[in-house]
């Protein structure tokens, strides 16, 4: 059992950056994919960004160039460092860590574990 717990998020404006921070629990966090995802009020969840056990990243096509996802495995804890925020940003942003590592990193459906998620608010 995994337990995720996102922090960072808020209001903040056009143009800043902010990053958010997923905080795991269990002795195997190293052994895990780690993936951020965003949902917007009326929209599917989002696939924003994925990093492997051996620091391999992938990027949703939207966040390209302004997101940089990291991971600390002696603190078992995964970053997502948000660059030149836009309002389209604005969304619940959650953590998720996935068991396989085989497959689309981008597919929610295929993470066993799941952040409550952090508020990010980005104000024009």
């Known amino acids: 059992q995994v337990q995720l717990v996102e922090s960072g998020g808020g209001l903040v404006q056009a143009g800043d950056s902010l990053r958010l921070s997923c905080a795991a629990s269990?002795?195997?966090?190293?052994?895990?994919?780690m993936g951020w995802f965003r949902q917007a009020p009326g929209k599917e969840r989002e696939f924003v960004a994925a990093i492997s056990w051996s620091g391999n990243t992938y990027y949703g096509d939207s966040v390209k160039g302004r997101f940089t996802i990291s991971r600390d495995n002696a603190k078992n804890t995964v970053f997502l460092q948000i660059g030149t925020l836009k309002p389209e940003d604005t969304a619940v942003y959650y953590c998720?860590?996935?068991?396989?590592?085989?497959?689309?990193?981008?597919?929610?459906?295929?993470?066993?574990?799941w952040g409550q998620g952090t508020q990010v608010t980005v104000s024009s």
């Open positions: 998720a860590a996935r068991r396989g590592l085989y497959g689309n990193y981008g597919d929610p459906s295929g993470y066993d574990y």
């Open positions: 269990g002795r195997t966090f190293s052994s895990y994919v």
